[in-house]
């Protein structure tokens, strides 16, 4: 271990040297903890990461003011859209992705080194249960969506397959998320199948550059961000995991988001039959001006309706390429945010506003660098709404999330013939009627081991009334009669 002396000095080098202004205070145990930590801080990328910060925070925020004359529509011939393709397009799609799956060559990759922070918990977001009646955690149904898919494929092609699933966590959340998974019996997964790994952590910094402590022994962290992914790779050497695998093709998501749809055939068979190297599934731009938002094509479409979800497609190859090549040209992001800090007295801190800076990669930061790039386009209210904010928010909150799902299981059930009465027998509103946001008429859910994405629910459901709630779980599928008003 090094000794302080040696940390000292490192530390000067590194202009941070505040960072053992309480070491005579500490006891022995304490002071090996910090030493530890800061051992592993290499003075020369301290002191950039530092002035990058602080050079970072002075800059304007928000987007640049060049960026509606930067933009560039997606040329058309590499847009795909999962709606208002043709159907056999769409089913050539799928079929390929299905092939892929059986063929054991698609992996999923799951985002979740974030804490749960703006949600108002302690935990990983993946463990939060948003409501639903069958008080399934995102986990859980993430976990049941895969086991689904692989059913699918394995019953198209007559062969048992495995989608792996890759879980990138964070200190924060990979000691939950691993005691969470072996409490549940990895959901039925074979632990085998699910790899979790660590990405790094960078330390906080001050506006004017200087790192924050959160302790007197303990220097302020955060996760990298999600673009953090790509030297994660490399330090657990999970891109070898997947070759000896045989895995080219990784479906990489955020964990907050509740319609996600693991390994979705249709988006892998897609990027496949494109050649794609990097994909997006996409709905519309968050950052962008509304000017630039209403710009239309000459056949009257929006001309920028390709808004990034974190729902991505890459190779094996193109992560490869990024994790030997392009990582170190990828630009960290400022956050500013509330970090709980120690005064010049040892006290704890707990801003009330943003008092310093995390810097983060983004995920998708990587797509200048592919040679062929290429977009699905979906439908927000089939694919996409995320876990962001406590109630009472107005959006991305536990009350969205659930009426997202629990809508768009009722949308299935009708199209799968079922109908809903009210409390006095009377029939509730089919599709043209269902409200954008808030809750469905009725109360639906479908376990995603009963369907995927709306398929064959009408042997349950065809011709027949029910009052709510209906919850179509995997044991009442295998009853000959579910219970019906």
Same mark, same amino acid.
């Given at each position: ?19 053992? /202004?309480?070491? @005579? &205070?500490?006891?022995?145990? %304490? ?7 800061? =051992?592993? $801080?290499? *003075? ?6 530092? /002035?990058?910060? @602080? &050079?970072?925070?002075?800059? %304007? ?7 509606? =004359?930067? $933009?560039? *529509? ?6 795909? /859209? ?404």
């Amino acid at each position: 271990m090094a000794s302080e002396q040696d940390v000292r000095a490192r530390l000067q080098r590194a202009g941070q040297e505040h960072l053992l /202004r309480f070491w @005579a &205070e500490l006891a022995p145990e %304490p002071r090996a903890a910090l030493l530890a930590e800061l =051992a592993l $801080l290499e *003075p020369e990328a301290l002191r950039e990461h530092c /002035r990058r910060a @602080a &050079e970072a925070c002075a800059r %304007p925020h928000g987007p640049p003011p060049d960026l509606a =004359a930067r $933009l560039r *529509p997606l040329p058309p011939e590499r847009v795909g /859209r999962a709606s208002r393709s043709d159907p056999e397009t769409r089913r050539r799609w799928e079929e390929e992705g299905f092939r892929q799956i059986s063929l054991n060559k698609v992996a999923v990759l799951l985002l979740a080194g974030g804490q749960g922070t703006r949600l108002g918990v302690t935990y990983p977001k993946g463990m939060y249960r948003v409501g639903l009646p069958s008080r399934k955690t995102l986990y859980q149904l993430q976990a049941e969506r895969i086991r689904r898919v692989e059913q699918l494929a394995g019953e198209r092609h007559g062969t048992r397959c495995t989608v792996p699933w890759y879980v990138m966590t964070s200190e924060f959340t990979l000691g939950p998320t691993a005691e969470f998974f072996r409490e549940h019996n990895f959901f039925h997964l074979d632990p085998a199948n699910v790899v979790m790994f660590e990405q790094r952590l960078l330390p906080a910094v001050t506006f004017d550059g200087k790192v924050i402590l959160e302790r007197k022994d303990k220097v302020a962290m955060a996760p990298d961000g999600n673009g953090g992914l790509y030297c994660a790779l490399e330090d657990h050497k999970i891109l070898e995991d997947m070759e000896r695998r045989g895995v080219e093709f990784v479906h990489v998501y955020c964990v907050d988001n509740i319609l996600v749809r693991l390994a979705d055939p249709v988006f892998i068979g897609f990027c496949v039959l494109q050649g794609a190297d990097c994909g997006a599934k996409v709905v519309e731009y968050s950052e962008i001006s509304p000017e630039t938002a209403q710009l239309r094509a000459s056949d009257g479409s929006l001309l920028y309706n390709a808004g990034n979800i974190c729902n991505h497609f890459f190779t094996r190859g193109f992560l490869k390429a990024v994790t030997r090549e392009f990582e170190p040209l990828l630009k960290p992001h400022v956050a500013v945010k509330k970090v709980p800090y120690v005064d010049e007295e040892g006290n704890l801190v707990k801003p009330l506003k943003p008092n310093g800076i995390k810097m983060e990669k983004f995920v998708f930061d990587v797509f200048r660098f592919a040679k062929n790039f290429a977009a699905l386009e979906v439908l927000r209210e089939e694919e996409f709404s995320p876990l962001k904010n406590a109630e009472p928010a107005d959006r991305d909150s536990p009350r969205t999330a659930r009426q997202a799902l629990l809508t768009q299981h009722y949308r299935w059930a009708l199209r799968a013939g079922a109908r809903f009465l009210d409390a006095h027998g009377a029939w509730l509103p089919e599709l043209p009627s269902l409200p954008p946001n808030g809750d469905p008429p009725a109360i639906c859910e479908i376990s995603p081991l009963v369907s995927y994405s709306g398929e064959g629910l009408e042997v349950y459901l065809q011709g027949r009334e029910f009052q709510s709630p209906l919850i179509l779980d995997e044991d009442q599928a295998r009853e000959p009669q579910l219970q019906e008003s």
